[in-house]
């Protein structure tokens, strides 16, 4: 089976590390829990999209932490002669740090395992483990998404949605 991985908020803690320092620059006290929309600029004193620019880089991704079961997860699925693969819509800045990153973590990683795509429902993957609904609906995969704040709002079962908790 071919398995699809995303990183930020699947496989590690991007937005709840990248919260601590935005709250220590902006002088805000913004948690995880508080974070209910993937947009989070009614949240933020800073747009979204800022947010990850500056807060998503190598400067601040040496405290990411890496979530337990998702790690116990690929284990297991490698062990099981899958392919497996880390798909990602980060910022093209991103990539080299990701890059090593996964490359120091994961033994039999390289770079073809890494797909970085805005359109995630274009993949030919047999299942797709995701934090963002907006990259699982629509998509001819069986659809995994890992259990946030901002993707509580849905029935899974009408898009036949499997939630994985992980904290």
Same mark, same amino acid.
């Not at 997860?73 to 693969?85: A, F, G, K, V, W």
């Not at 991103?94 to 993949?123: A, G, M």
């Given at each position: ?99 090593? &990153?996964?490359? !120091? ?5 390289? /770079? #073809?395992? $890494? *797909?970085?795509? +805005?359109? %995630?429902?274009? &993949?030919?993957? !047999? ?5 963002? /609904? #907006?990259? $699982? *609906?629509?998509? +001819?995969? %069986? ?12 029935? #899974? ?11």
């Amino acid at each position: 089976m071919k398995i699809g991985v995303d990183l930020d908020n699947t496989l590690f803690n991007t937005v709840e590390n990248a919260l601590s320092y935005y709250n220590k620059d902006y002088n805000d006290n913004i948690n995880l829990e508080d974070i209910t929309e993937y947009d989070m600029d009614k949240k933020l004193k800073i747009p979204t999209r800022d947010f990850f620019k500056k807060y998503a880089m190598p400067l601040y991704t040496n405290t990411l932490v890496f979530y337990p079961k998702i790690l116990n997860m690929i284990h297991d699925l490698r062990t099981q002669e899958n392919s497996l693969y880390f798909v990602s819509s980060c910022y093209y800045e991103t990539i080299p740090w990701r890059h090593e &990153l996964l490359s !120091d973590t994961f033994d039999w990683y390289t /770079l #073809d395992k $890494l *797909i970085v795509c +805005n359109n %995630k429902q274009s &993949l030919n993957l !047999d299942i797709l483990v995701d934090d963002c /609904l #907006d990259n $699982l *609906i629509g998509g +001819n995969f %069986k659809k995994v998404v890992v259990d946030m704040p901002w993707n509580r709002n849905i029935d #899974d079962n009408k898009y036949d949605i499997t939630r994985l908790h992980i904290r």
